[in-house]
């Protein structure tokens, strides 16, 4: 409003830095044995809720953008805006590890006793963003046989529950791929054109083998099983019917028609109107490989500080902590696309027509 003047407030106010630098408070300090190192401990995990908090209102904004239908150019930029952040926030979660790795395993066993049951394990925040992001129950190894709600209040349970039961970032991605118009086009028939580009790629790399005079033929007749054909690992893009059913069986996570669009997406990412699509993609890919990274260095540092003795929380430790680093992974199927590129120099051609659709483009007055 023209004229309004604002109230002054103090930095520490704006922050509520009393409230905030106050919440400290070292359990080993409290049974009258202080540990040094506890204070890192607490102040480190803290941080942690903080960058939490903000990664899910990132995510938040990101699947409201994703809800919009039809969902337009400026509102794809502000989510790849979005998830650049999010991944900026994760790789300061690893490097952060850093810092509370300073401790050593004597210095934790100070006040180590202090902290059962509690365990990063009960993060409700990060259980939100995994749900948010699209690893739900279905898809989630046990907690020491629980559900990984159970170690929540009851209101939390609902939360997740209600998070279970709606779209997550993955489920909104694939309605978005599936929306993209381009891969089904009257002057282009993208699967067919693919196919014959991948036939003649493995045509021109057999030859080159099978002439090469630095290979031997159990040499020759190794590379060519190596190089395999448009029946081993690109059999799922020509074969809906058996795709359908690893989708139905959760060995994928995105539709045949998701998958194709990706697929087309990500060889024609040159093409202006696909260029921010395609940045989306590989910040979704970012994610999951943050997360990795986050989980693995995570688990190398409960493996440095206390060994193979049981997690605070009940769980094996560290063979727990492995297992979600190789097993948690919530965008595999844009890796899977990495499987099915080829150079630009085989890429098929596309028609004048689509190419026009797919071009930034004015009309003079």
Excluded at 44 to 64: C, D, M, P, R
Aim: glycine fraction near 4%.
């Amino acid at each position: 409003m023209e004229g309004q003047k604002y109230a002054a407030i103090h930095y520490a106010k704006y922050l509520e830095l009393d409230g905030l630098l106050d919440c400290q408070t070292p359990r080993s300090k409290e049974f009258g044995n202080e540990a040094h190192d506890e204070m890192l401990f607490i102040i480190t995990h803290q941080a942690y809720e903080l960058w939490f908090k903000q990664i899910l209102h990132e995510l938040n904004g990101v699947s409201q953008i994703f809800k919009e239908i039809p969902l337009s150019e400026k509102k794809i930029s502000n989510a790849v805006h979005y998830l650049d952040r999010v991944n900026k926030i994760l790789k300061l979660l690893v490097d952060q590890l850093e810092v509370l790795e300073t401790m050593t395993p004597m210095d934790f066993l100070e006040f180590r006793n202090y902290l059962f049951p509690a365990s990063g394990f009960q993060s409700f925040q990060f259980r939100q963003a995994e749900v948010i992001l699209g690893l739900k129950n279905k898809y989630r190894i046990t907690y020491g046989g629980h559900h990984y709600a159970a170690f929540f209040d009851e209101n939390q349970k609902q939360i997740l529950e209600e998070l279970e039961n709606k779209d997550s970032v993955l489920e909104l991605l694939e309605k978005w791929l599936e929306r993209i118009p381009f891969v089904e086009h009257p002057e282009f028939n993208f699967l067919e054109a693919y196919k014959k580009s991948l036939e003649k790629m493995f045509e021109t790399e057999a030859n080159e083998i099978n002439a090469s005079d630095y290979l031997n033929e159990k040499q020759k007749e190794m590379r060519l099983k190596m190089l395999g054909d448009s029946d081993t690992f690109f059999k799922l893009v020509f074969n809906k019917e058996q795709f359908d059913k690893d989708y139905e069986a959760g060995n994928v996570r995105i539709s045949y028609k998701a998958m194709l669009s990706m697929l087309f997406i990500s060889l024609y990412r040159d093409e202006p109107l696909l260029q921010l699509p395609y940045l989306l993609i590989q910040k979704l890919s970012e994610v999951d490989e943050f997360l990795t990274l986050w989980r693995f260095r995570h688990g190398q540092m409960v493996r440095r500080i206390i060994g193979s003795k049981i997690g605070t929380g009940g769980s094996v430790g560290v063979d727990y902590l492995m297992e979600t680093a190789s097993k948690h992974h919530i965008f595999k199927d844009i890796h899977f696309i990495s499987t099915l590129m080829i150079p630009r120099s085989e890429l098929p051609a596309i028609p004048d027509a689509l190419l026009h659709e797919m071009d930034f483009f004015y009309k003079k007055k």
